[in-house]
């Protein structure tokens, strides 16, 4: 009898559990590349702190970018759902309704303002330019802009670094690749002289492979810049969702950013 009157207590605290505790029925669906560290990136191995890729089973996203989407789903009482998408196709995969917002790094260009609507900010720091060099390129020890003439660098289509490779006077502009995996190694292999990355993101290179070197200007750099940094990105007319996900992001202070950074590059780096 005691036996049956505990199996008794055990369901009705399930179903109290339940009732006050309903399961999520919203849906953020979001797009990343899922290459480019620390960013977003991909791994084999589930964690605490990843997400399974729904359209790439098993393999699980992670970085910053993710970071702080969980944060914009939990603000929102919503399930997030990863999708792997190639960075050409993210603003595609947006309009078509594939996905509701890209946390991809991206940047808010003039360019991409007329496809999609972006939130404010959520770097950590304001996005600067900077160029990362092969060690062993004669390159290595350049000061200026002016100095990487008759260089050959190489970028990512279809990206602002790309764009950004014209303000280097005298560059031989190579063709860009498909992936920053292709592009990073056109660095690391000698087969490009370097590239133009963001700072954080050149940081994180130059700290996990000796023979890449972060290029500090003494002086302004020259990049222009077309854009207020990296932001998510929704659909033209999805303005509700677009404003949640700025209170969201308002609510998340420069030092809880920071933080979040420095715990996602921590967990890069035990990975490498």
């Not at 669906?29 to 964690?47: F, L, V």
């Not at 190489?154 to 292709?182: K, Y």
Request: negative net charge; aromatic residues 8%.
């Amino acid at each position: 009898m005691k036996k049956f009157i505990a199996v008794i207590l055990i369901l009705c605290a399930v179903l109290t559990y339940k009732f006050y505790h309903p399961a999520k029925t919203r849906v953020l669906r979001i797009g990343m590349e899922c290459d480019y560290a620390p960013n977003n990136w991909e791994e084999k191995r589930e964690t605490d702190s990843n997400m399974p890729i729904a359209n790439h089973p098993g393999f699980y996203a992670e970085g910053y970018d993710l970071q702080i989407a969980k944060h914009i789903a939990e603000d929102l009482d919503a399930k997030l759902e990863v999708k792997k998408i190639a960075w050409n196709d993210l603003i595609r995969a947006l309009n078509d309704g594939e996905i509701d917002a890209i946390f991809s790094g991206m940047l808010d260009t003039s360019t991409r303002k007329d496809s999609a609507l972006f939130s404010v900010p959520y770097d950590v720091v304001k996005t600067e330019y900077t160029v990362v060099i092969n060690t062993a390129s004669k390159y290595a020890n350049a000061k200026t802009l002016n100095d990487f003439s008759g260089a050959k660098f190489i970028a990512q289509a279809h990206t602002n670094l790309d764009n950004a490779i014209d303000a280097i006077p005298g560059v031989i502009h190579m063709t860009p690749v498909n992936t920053v995996s292709e592009m990073l190694n056109a660095v690391v292999t000698g087969t490009a002289d370097g590239t133009v990355i963001n700072l954080d993101t050149g940081r994180s290179y130059e700290a996990s492979h000796s023979n890449l070197k972060v290029i500090r200007f003494h002086e302004r750099s020259n990049f222009l810049h077309d854009f207020n940094g990296i932001c998510a990105g929704v659909r033209r007319g999805d303005n509700k969702l677009l404003n949640e996900i700025n209170d969201s992001i308002s609510r998340l202070s420069k030092h809880d950013r920071q933080l979040i950074m420095d715990s996602v590059i921590s967990r890069l780096w035990r990975n490498l």
